[in-house]
């Protein structure tokens, strides 16, 4: 039987200042401990390797909706596209970490999900219904860890609104990804953070016993 593969995406360009960074290291610790012969892996988006999504590979999705082959500088961006997805979709588990950015995720998690959310390999379309979600029966699950400073459950709207979490799950869920796990760290600017970072890090360590 094939081992199990995990990729951590890590959306913080805060290397080992960021918190959302050290909850997932101690999730794939935790992780590492409970399944020993898994495969990890993790792909630091900020290290060049996400693909722009420009006009040839704009192009290129145009002509495979119409059915054609890209061409040219169109057929280099669009392979560069799937190379990108092969990536992603290498793995049954995924584990992301994701800091919140104007109320929002960061850009270069954007940018990945633009490039990898094209036609036959995350989704296929139907005129009368709709999109297909690929992903779907595939064994994927998904851990996300979401953190923010100033916006957190409960604050009013004085403090910011929430497109971190509810954009990139209907996302998730649009790929057929519904096996999802939440870690989150909100410690707002009331004070607290030191019990709130003890939290996230112990609800880390008991889901990826059980991831």
């Given at each position: 039987m094939a081992a199990t593969r995990l990729l951590h995406i890590g959306a913080s360009p805060r290397g080992a200042a960021s918190e959302s960074?050290?909850?997932?290291?101690?999730?794939?610790?935790?992780?590492?401990?409970?399944?020993?012969?898994?495969?990890?892996?993790t792909w630091d988006l900020w290290d060049g390797s996400v693909p722009d999504f420009g006009p040839a590979a704009a192009a290129a999705k145009m002509a495979v909706f119409a059915g054609e082959t890209p061409q040219g500088e169109e057929a280099d961006a669009w392979q560069a596209a799937k190379n990108a997805f092969a990536r992603f979709d290498s793995a049954e588990h995924l584990l992301f970490s994701v800091p919140m950015?104007?109320?929002?995720?960061?850009?270069?998690?954007?940018?990945?999900?633009?490039v990898i959310s094209q036609p036959g390999m995350v989704f296929g379309v139907d005129p009368h219904n709709g999109y297909s979600h690929l992903l779907e029966?595939?064994?994927?699950?998904?851990?996300?860890?979401?953190?923010?400073?100033?916006?957190?459950?409960?604050?009013?709207?004085?403090?910011?609104?929430?497109?971190?979490?509810?954009?990139?799950?209907?996302?998730l869920r649009w790929t057929g990804i519904t096996d999802i796990t939440q870690i989150r760290y909100h410690p707002t600017l009331n004070g607290g953070a030191a019990e709130e970072r003890r939290k996230a890090h112990a609800t880390a360590r008991e889901r990826a016993r059980a991831f």
């Open positions: 960074r050290q909850i997932a290291e101690t999730f794939l610790k935790a992780y590492r401990d409970a399944h020993p012969h898994n495969l990890i892996k950015w104007n109320a929002g995720i960061p850009y270069i998690l954007k940018q990945l999900i633009d029966n595939k064994g994927k699950k998904a851990a996300v860890i979401y953190t923010s400073a100033v916006w957190g459950p409960g604050l009013g709207s004085a403090f910011g609104t929430n497109f971190q979490s509810t954009y990139f799950e209907d996302w």
